[in-house]
C-alpha cells in the first residue's frame, strides 16, 4: 500500500503496486476512497444495524471514506479503516472507485 512510509509524500497511480489476490489494485493506502453510506451516529454506523456488513444511515450528514490514505501510516492502511468527510470535500486524499453489483 502506498502510505506515509512508502508514498514520498504523495499519492500514485492506480494500479502501481501489484494486486491483491483478487486481482485488485490500491484496496489500502494511496487515496481513501467514497462509499455509498451515509456516517452514523455510533462509531460510523447507526444504532440497530448488524455487526456484519452493514449498510450504513440512510441520511447524516457525513459520507464514509475507507482505505487510508498516502499521508497514514501503515496501520491505518486498510478497507477496515473507515473516516467521514463533508459530501462536499475535494482534496488529493480523497478518490473514487467505480463499482457494480454481478449481474
Given amino acids: 500500500a502506498w502510505t506515509y512510509e512508502t508514498s514520498g509524500s504523495t499519492t500514485h497511480s492506480a494500479c502501481g503496486l ?8 490500491d484496496m489500502s493506502g494511496n487515496v481513501y476512497e467514497w462509499v455509498n453510506d451515509w456516517y452514523g451516529t455510533t462509531d460510523g454506523y447507526s444504532d440497530g444495524l448488524p455487526d456484519t ?16 490514505g498516502w ?19 475535494a482534496g488529493s486524499s480523497v478518490g473514487f472507485r467505480l463499482s457494480r453489483s454481478s449481474p
Fill in 18 to 25: 501489484a494486486a491483491n489476490a483478487w486481482g485488485l489494485c
Fill in 53 to 68: 456488513d452493514p449498510t450504513g444511515s440512510a441520511s447524516g450528514s457525513f459520507r464514509v471514506v475507507r482505505g487510508g
Fill in 71 to 89: 499521508y497514514f501510516d501503515a496501520n491505518r492502511a486498510s478497507v477496515s479503516n473507515r473516516y467521514y468527510v463533508a459530501p462536499v470535500y
